[in-house]
């Protein structure tokens, strides 16, 4: 009996170490001080680049960047600073690398344009020698009213330049009230436009008349065009996930990615997310429609023109602020943010065209705060890295690296 016993304790032990060791986890210290508002980019050299915002004092930022370099990350290198910045929890800077160009490179920031709370515009700048010294920047949108323009995605194109889209303000500017803020005329609009190593403006257009206010845009490359997910508004409040493709020279009109119907009257603050190879395209999203909360993934095999059902990958309370990638077999691997005894974890799951796959893991624990911001995936040779805003301590900057 005893022996019995022994041997279905070792084998127990046995299965919980395998499954502990299922996933390996490292922490990557980075060269981050005080900052947030993390991104990453992966070139289509296999490097890998970490972004962020550095908090110099009260009133000075500077956007930085560190490429990673074997285990660790490179010294980093100041893009621009300015004591005028928009900085926003939600509403992150990026780093992006001209495809077939080693040493040219793009970043964004959000700088104040006028008095108004939300009067700020896009900045990009450009780098031709791997971000030693960054050129004077410029505005993508040309519209020059003081509004809000931000909640930007960058996209390295096959033709040389940048692919750039963005949640434009300039409909939404009726006037101003005595403390300078705008009141609201029209609806904020979907735009996106080009530009090449030099700066040169490319195609700026409007892709969609009505979207949600705040949520974050993300773009991604299909081997049919580029794509841009994003969160549409409806005259009835609808606020479900969108897409628009660019097919040859022309955007198709926006479609729903899934119709979950969630009628809420503010921005819920929560972005889409996409990954694509070839004609393979997975999208992920937070929806609260019918007040319940709930992460899901869909998939489409000819590059946005349909999708299947979304599939359900959170754990019961989730906060959404999702990232998604594509691993080499075409499964998909999504993060979220899940509410636990009021504390956050950052947890993966795959799921791949039949649902989710297995249980998902914690990666970190992290506030549920604003501050905490929104963690970022990308998948790096053989693992993933991951990057949040930790406020533990001080608000800085943390990385990952996990095997799967």
């Not at 946005?304 to 359900?312: H, I, N, P, R, T």
């Amino acid at each position: 009996m005893y022996r019995l016993f022994f041997f279905i304790l070792a084998i127990l032990t046995l299965w919980s170490c395998e499954s502990s060791e299922e996933l390996l986890i490292k922490e990557i210290p980075t060269p981050v001080k005080e900052g947030g508002e993390p991104n990453l980019f992966l070139a289509d050299n296999g490097e890998l680049y970490l972004s962020w915002v550095s908090y110099l004092d009260d009133t000075t930022s500077a956007l930085a960047f560190a490429q990673f370099a074997g285990d660790e990350w490179s010294n980093p290198q100041e893009i621009a600073q300015g004591d005028n910045w928009f900085v926003n929890w939600a509403d992150f800077p990026s780093v992006a690398a001209f495809a077939g160009d080693g040493g040219a490179f793009a970043a964004h920031w959000l700088q104040k344009s006028a008095f108004g709370t939300y009067d700020y515009d896009v900045r990009v700048a450009i780098s031709q020698d791997a971000g030693e010294r960054w050129n004077p920047s410029f505005i993508p949108h040309t519209d020059g009213i003081p509004a809000e323009h931000g909640f930007v995605t960058l996209l390295p194109t096959t033709n040389g330049r940048i692919f750039a889209t963005w949640l434009d303000g300039r409909n939404t500017k009726k006037g101003t009230n005595a403390a300078g803020d705008h009141e609201h005329g029209g609806a904020m609009t979907l735009r996106a436009a080009e530009f090449d190593t030099k700066g040169q403006l490319f195609a700026e257009r409007e892709l969609d008349q009505r979207i949600c206010d705040c949520c974050q845009t993300d773009a991604v490359m299909t081997s049919n065009g580029p794509i841009v997910v994003y969160r549409d508004r409806s005259a009835e409040e609808i606020r479900d996930i969108y897409i628009v493709r660019k097919m040859d020279s022309t955007w198709t009109e926006p479609q729903p990615v899934a119709s979950d119907s969630w009628k809420i009257a503010g921005c819920p603050v929560n972005g889409p997310a996409a990954a694509a190879k070839g004609e393979l395209l997975a999208v992920a999203w937070f929806t609260g429609a019918n007040a319940e909360n709930r992460v899901k993934v869909a998939f489409s095999k000819d590059a946005g023109a349909s999708f299947s059902e979304g599939f359900v990958v959170d754990d019961g309370h989730p906060l959404g602020r999702v990232d998604i990638v594509l691993k080499e077999d075409g499964e998909a691997l999504v993060s979220w943010l899940e509410e636990v005894n009021g504390k956050g974890e950052i947890r993966v799951a795959t799921v791949n065209t039949n649902g989710k796959q297995g249980e998902s893991h914690t990666l970190m624990t992290t506030s549920t705060a604003r501050q905490s911001g929104f963690p970022i995936l990308e998948k790096y040779q053989e693992g993933y890295v991951l990057a949040w805003t930790s406020g533990e301590e001080e608000t800085t900057v943390r990385t990952l690296w996990f095997e799967w």
